[in-house]
């Protein structure tokens, strides 16, 4: 269907005779494009590969973070050192490990709305960041955000790996947003129109 190769075997249709290869079957080729040229180096369109820090998957990456309505104290203790990740994260949040973090005010809290991205900071004082399976509310001081470009970034980060929190203003965080929008719409764009 509109030019795939690929089969359904449980319509048994498409590719080979709607079934799956055997020994001894046969392929064709298609006849070559007239666009094809031959080349010594591939070209690539200079906006189609446009690295940006979020697919820098390297260990010790530094993430974006809003201010909280909660603070810790020192006000800027939050990125003064390298978090590890957890082995208890998950698609809810990443548990760090790091320094012990406090507030002026560790008592306990009506619970409150949170979204991916709060960095929530527990009575042991190891901070948690909520991701794409977060709650809608929770209890714990609210230190910071995780700006959304950095999110998919920090999501996808292994056990023992590392990360470091950067302040930046709400403008910083629409601007960062918008570019990654842009970059991702180019990304879909050069993927629709590839022949």
Not at 43 to 52: F, K, L, N
Not at 125 to 133: E, K, N, S
Not at 139 to 166: K, S
Request: aromatic share 4%; hydrophobic share 40%.
């Amino acid at each position: 269907m509109i030019g795939s190769r690929s089969t359904d075997l449980r319509g048994g249709f498409g590719g080979h005779d709607g079934r799956s290869l055997r020994a001894g079957d046969t392929l064709t080729m298609g006849a070559p494009r007239a666009t094809i040229t031959a080349s010594v180096a591939p070209r690539i369109a200079s906006w189609w590969i446009d690295p940006g820090n979020d697919l820098d998957f390297a260990d010790g990456i530094a993430v974006h973070v809003l201010p909280g309505s909660d603070a810790t104290q020192p006000a800027d203790a939050l990125y003064e050192q390298d978090y590890a990740i957890d082995a208890a994260s998950d698609r809810q949040g990443v548990r760090l490990r790091g320094g012990v973090l406090r507030l002026a005010d560790m008592r306990e809290r009506i619970s409150e709305p949170v979204v991916p991205g709060t960095v929530q900071l527990p009575p042991d004082g190891q901070a948690i960041v909520l991701l794409a399976d977060a709650q809608t509310i929770g209890g714990y001081p609210r230190i910071g955000h995780v700006i959304a470009a950095d999110q998919p970034r920090l999501a996808q980060r292994r056990t023992g790996q590392h990360v470091r929190f950067i302040p930046i203003d709400r403008p910083g965080a629409m601007r960062a947003n918008v570019e990654q929008r842009a970059r991702l719409a180019r990304i879909a764009l050069a993927i629709t129109t590839r022949r």
